[in-house]
């Protein structure tokens, strides 16, 4: 995540469920999906009492903050299938698209806001080529784990 404002911004972390995730992988001929067939959970925006609750929440430093122009990177696990699965479907495709889903909740200490990942897919996927490159999490990176 990048903090493009002139002032510092808190994050939700704090639980597994409500946080940007990897919703759903596919092997693809395309750098698009062409089939979507993903449930997806459609959140309103915070109600006046949990908006509150979580500036009230960020002023008590219990969120993670991300400086003005900072920038934070966390990981969460993706809870369907795995790596040999993943190697195994895409052995004959060209690329491997993850697509995004979840929502933030950010405070700048002022007003608070769920945020969601845009309702058109494209910008929800991510693309990668195969075979999958696969990388460790760095040490001392922020996980958010399963509750």
Known sequence: MTNNTTTDVSVDLRKY?????????????TEHRTLID???LMLAPLDTASAAALVADHRAGLLTRIAAGGTLDYYRDFDASGRADIDA???????????????????????????????DDAPREVTLH???TWKSIPAGALVIAAE
């Open 38 to 40: 993903e449930r997806r």
């Open 130 to 132: 195969t075979p999958v």
């Open 17 to 29: 469920h409500e946080v940007f995730y990897p919703n759903q992988w596919g092997a693809s001929e």
């Open 89 to 119: 479907q895409s052995r004959s495709s060209r690329f491997v698209i993850v697509t995004i889903d979840g929502q933030l909740k950010v405070s700048g200490g002022m007003a608070a806001e769920r945020v969601t990942p845009p309702s």
